[in-house]
């Protein structure tokens, strides 16, 4: 951004925020009064495919930081930067249409998770349902970091610096949608 300024790489995390609440009103006062003109469903569109709508956004966030990664990565070779801990020439700014991107399908995904699954639960077990919620991702955490590392290890065993690739990352999202909307429909 110049060169007094940087910008952490965990501040990133804030343009995701932003763009959650953006996002929340935006669907709200917007989206849900316009399409529930033509669906008659009181939420616009239902939690499922709501969540369908969040997961196919997520594929797109792989797509572009597919494209990304490249870019960075011939920018690098291009300035000789192939070395861990040296510093790309390259501006925070293309990251932040993932992160922005990010948001929004957290805002169409996991509210409409949580919407959905307090629905569902009875009445005495709703609390529960939360912890369930909330638990289920911290597990998709350490899975997707397992899945990862392993990713990682195999392709620096064949000759690669054991940099993930985000084709692999972009693949899983898409057989994710493709599993979900085959049993939403």
Same mark, same amino acid.
Request: charged share 15%.
């Given at each position: ?7 952490? %790489? ?5 343009? +995701? +925020?932003?763009?959650?609440?953006? /996002?929340?009103?935006? $669907?709200?006062?917007?989206?849900? %009064?316009?399409?529930?003109? *033509? ?26 930081? /597919? ?11 291009? =300035? ?8 790309? %020439? ?8 993932? !992160?922005? @991107? ?11 998770? @949580? ?6 639960? %009875? ?10 919620? +909330?638990?289920? @991702? ?7 970091? !397992?899945?990862? /590392? ?7 065993? $064949? ?5 993930? =690739? *985000?084709? !692999? ?17």
């Amino acid at each position: 951004m110049g060169p007094h300024f940087e910008i952490p %790489p965990a501040c990133l995390t804030l343009f +995701t +925020t932003i763009c959650i609440l953006i /996002s929340i009103i935006v $669907y709200d006062r917007y989206f849900v %009064p316009l399409v529930k003109k *033509y669906t008659k469903n009181p939420r616009g569109i239902t939690l499922l495919q709501r969540m369908v709508v969040g997961i196919a956004i997520h594929v797109v966030i792989m797509i572009i930081a /597919s494209v990304a990664e490249r870019q960075r990565l011939s920018v690098a070779n291009d =300035h000789g930067k192939t070395e861990k801990g040296e510093i790309v %020439p390259l501006s925070i700014f293309v990251l932040l249409l993932q !992160f922005f @991107l990010m948001g929004t399908a957290h805002n169409f995904l996991e509210v409409a998770k @949580l919407d959905f699954f307090y629905d569902q639960a %009875p009445e005495g077990m709703k609390s529960l349902e939360t912890a369930y919620f +909330t638990t289920s @991702l911290g597990v998709a955490f350490f899975l997707s970091s !397992f899945i990862l /590392s392993i990713v990682a290890n195999v392709t620096k065993r $064949y000759g690669h610096k054991g940099w993930i =690739h *985000y084709v !692999f990352l972009m693949v899983l999202c898409f057989l994710n949608f493709v599993f979900f909307f085959e049993i939403v429909n």
